[in-house]
């Protein structure tokens, strides 16, 4: 099946049913721990899908292997990303993320596919909100919910991908703000409610990618900008992130950019996150997230948390009154979003602390002057 969507035009801002859904995700985080989706990827595989369902039609010459390219399914076998998404929405997901991890131009030439960019996020929302369209339909009442996951990239500006040149940047500033705000634009165009900048490794990327969010609600004057989440990886027992920063370090670099939610997921399971969710939870000044991988990897890459060990977790960190929406990620399935879903159930949102007025600097660590 192949159903490439037709570009669309931009908008000058939001639609009156934009807002509305706009103030109605606001309204959810107010009333009540959300429950974001699982993994993408690992429902992917379940599938068994091969060369072919990559390719489709469209791409049935392409010069390039694109088996792997899980985003570029949103254009030739939507059925399955839009079963995945219903899946997670019968599990009792408030929230999917559309499956545009890698849509970006830079992503995407590994498969030499820059030039679709924009069609793979115009019908990687087309997916989600057919999914949530069809929920909403079947459960009167219900809203659902779709955010236009913006990946951290397979380039990073602040470290060197050459031992021997520590100079050496892959990409360049610009580069990197081009490619996000084309897939930004994109995102906004098919209609999501919020976006989220995720599984950050590298807090210049992550501050690119938000600095290409304010350029295009500039340009576009956006009486009512949609939610603007931020999500951050800690690669190890070191509690840092991949180009150094400890939680603290990484809030408050992006702080500045007054984000609708902060977080932490991927790379660590739930109880290895449980010491920077709680640091987290107690410096944000925003809502706080936490959807982690089931568990860490094994020695064939797969995930050994089941559902319950996953909501065992992240249960205790909404009785501790730590989190704003929790979810899965690597290795998450609707069995383990099901769980958490109850688990979860009947818990208070975490409620957001007044900060002390300081000047709050930071670099790999951060430096607070009252």
Same mark, same amino acid.
């Given at each position: 099946?192949?159903?490439?969507?037709?570009?669309?035009?931009?908008?000058?801002?939001?639609?009156?049913?934009?807002?509305?859904?706009?103030?109605?995700?606001?309204?959810?985080?107010?009333?009540?721990?959300?429950?974001?989706?699982?993994?993408?990827?690992?429902?992917?595989?379940?599938?068994?899908?091969?060369?072919?369902?990559?390719?489709?039609?469209?791409?049935?010459?392409?010069?390039?292997?694109?088996?792997?390219? *899980?985003?570029?399914?949103?254009?030739?076998?939507?059925?399955?990303?839009?079963?995945?998404?219903?899946?997670?929405?019968? !599990?009792?997901?408030?929230?999917?993320?559309?499956?545009?991890?890698?849509?970006?131009?830079?992503?995407?030439?590994?498969?030499?596919?820059?030039?679709?960019?924009?069609?793979?996020?115009?019908?990687?929302?087309?997916?989600?909100?057919?999914? !949530?369209?069809?929920?909403?339909?079947?459960?009167?009442?219900?809203?659902?919910?779709?955010?236009?996951?913006?990946?951290?990239?397979?380039?990073?500006?602040?470290?060197?991908?050459?031992? *021997?040149?520590?100079?050496?940047?892959?990409?360049?500033?610009?580069?990197?703000?081009?490619?996000?705000?084309?897939?930004?634009?994109? %995102? %906004?165009?098919?209609?999501?409610?919020?976006?989220?900048?995720?599984?950050?490794?590298?807090?210049?990327?992550?501050?690119?990618?938000?600095?290409?969010?304010?350029?295009?609600?500039?340009?576009?004057?956006?009486?009512?900008?949609?939610?603007?989440?931020?999500?951050?990886?800690?690669?190890?027992?070191?509690?840092?992130?991949?180009?150094?920063?400890?939680?603290?370090?990484?809030?408050?670099?992006?702080?500045?950019?007054?984000?609708?939610?902060?977080?932490?997921?991927?790379?660590?399971?739930?109880?290895?996150?449980?010491?920077?969710?709680?640091?987290?939870?107690?410096?944000?000044?925003?809502?706080?997230?936490?959807?982690?991988?089931?568990?860490?990897?094994?020695?064939?890459?797969?995930?050994?948390?089941? =559902?319950?060990?996953?909501?065992?977790?992240?249960?205790?960190?909404?009785?501790?009154?730590?989190?704003?929406?929790?979810?899965?990620?690597?290795?998450?399935?609707?069995?383990?979003?099901?769980?958490?879903?109850?688990?979860?159930?009947?818990?208070?949102?975490?409620?957001?602390?007044?900060?002390?007025?300081?000047?709050?600097?930071?670099?790999?660590? =951060?430096?607070?002057?009252?």
């Amino acid at each position: 099946m192949d159903t490439s969507p037709a570009p669309q035009p931009a908008t000058a801002g939001l639609s009156a049913e934009a807002s509305a859904r706009a103030d109605a995700f606001r309204r959810l985080f107010a009333s009540k721990i959300v429950l974001l989706d699982g993994a993408m990827g690992t429902m992917v595989q379940t599938f068994d899908l091969g060369e072919q369902d990559f390719r489709g039609e469209r791409f049935a010459a392409h010069p390039h292997d694109l088996k792997g390219n *899980n985003d570029l399914l949103c254009l030739t076998r939507p059925d399955v990303v839009e079963r995945i998404h219903r899946d997670y929405f019968a !599990a009792g997901a408030d929230l999917v993320e559309t499956n545009t991890f890698s849509s970006t131009s830079i992503a995407q030439a590994d498969y030499r596919l820059e030039t679709v960019v924009r069609d793979l996020n115009l019908a990687a929302v087309a997916c989600a909100r057919r999914a !949530a369209d069809q929920v909403e339909a079947g459960t009167p009442g219900r809203r659902c919910f779709v955010a236009g996951a913006i990946g951290p990239l397979n380039r990073t500006l602040s470290m060197s991908p050459d031992v *021997n040149r520590p100079d050496y940047r892959a990409v360049t500033w610009d580069q990197v703000v081009a490619a996000y705000t084309e897939q930004i634009a994109a %995102l %906004l165009d098919g209609g999501v409610d919020a976006l989220i900048v995720e599984t950050i490794f590298d807090t210049l990327n992550c501050k690119a990618a938000l600095f290409a969010i304010e350029q295009v609600f500039d340009a576009r004057g956006l009486a009512a900008r949609v939610p603007v989440m931020i999500s951050v990886t800690i690669t190890d027992a070191s509690g840092r992130t991949l180009s150094g920063q400890t939680i603290g370090a990484f809030y408050t670099s992006i702080a500045h950019a007054k984000p609708f939610s902060v977080g932490i997921n991927c790379a660590l399971g739930g109880a290895a996150m449980r010491p920077y969710v709680e640091e987290l939870a107690r410096i944000a000044d925003c809502y706080t997230t936490c959807y982690p991988n089931a568990g860490l990897p094994n020695a064939f890459g797969g995930y050994d948390e089941t =559902p319950e060990d996953m909501a065992s977790v992240l249960g205790e960190f909404a009785a501790s009154g730590w989190v704003n929406l929790v979810g899965g990620c690597c290795g998450s399935t609707p069995a383990h979003i099901a769980a958490i879903a109850r688990a979860i159930r009947g818990r208070a949102p975490r409620q957001l602390p007044s900060a002390a007025r300081a000047l709050r600097l930071s670099g790999l660590e =951060p430096l607070a002057v009252a």
